[in-house]
């Protein structure tokens, strides 16, 4: 999209598609990772920004693969038109593979709160809706505990109370449809969410 269009008829014009055949994965696994590599499921509004961000700050640290989906919802091979409808109860989201050994699910944690607004239930920026809402989806024990534990500390040291921020157990992945992959990379100056964009917050005590 054209950078100066109106952000309400760039977020409007956002491509769909009716199939539900392209790229659509249930188990969501990425090829040829690591044994010791693990789960980071996030929803922070638009995924497109959500994955460039992480892609931006944690490639060749420790992240492996990065892929944009849905999860949440009740809804078996959810498309971009489904969802975006908010009928299904999916959230787009993107869900990260990395190494423990380089890189802390903590440190995606915290800076999953630096890079989009937690305050704002079902919406970031002017993109509101279900489908925008903020959540950490945990995929072990281990990872709701350390999800809670971060949430609290950035709810009281940098959100002044203020979070939404769901913390849930992961249901089934759905990966997003092939044009939704690295959007932001095929597509410069495709749409951003304004909400996303990395604060400058003090590091969390």
Request: hydrophobic residues 30%; charged residues 20%.
């Amino acid at each position: 999209m054209a950078t100066n269009m109106p952000t309400f008829l760039t977020r409007l014009f956002r491509p769909f598609t009716t199939s539900t055949s392209m790229s659509l994965n249930p188990q969501g696994q990425a090829a040829s990772l690591p044994e010791n590599a693990q789960r980071c499921t996030l929803a922070a509004g638009c995924f497109w920004g959500v994955e460039h961000l992480f892609r931006k700050n944690f490639q060749g640290k420790g992240l492996l693969d990065a892929k944009v989906g849905y999860i949440g919802g009740d809804m078996d091979n959810p498309n971009y038109r489904a969802v975006c409808s908010g009928r299904t109860g999916h959230a787009e989201s993107v869900q990260l593979h990395f190494d423990p050994a380089q890189l802390s699910y903590t440190t995606l944690l915290s800076f999953f709160y630096t890079m989009h607004d937690p305050t704002t239930p079902n919406r970031q920026g002017g993109d509101a809706g279900t489908q925008y809402r903020s959540a950490i989806f945990y995929h072990t024990p281990e990872q709701k505990t350390q999800a809670e534990e971060i949430t609290k500390k950035a709810n009281e040291q940098w959100w002044k109370g203020k979070i939404s921020t769901e913390v849930l157990e992961a249901g089934r992945w759905w990966d997003a449809e092939e044009y939704h992959q690295l959007y932001l990379d095929k597509n410069p100056g495709g749409y951003e969410c304004p909400a996303h964009y990395v604060r400058k917050f003090s590091e969390l005590k």
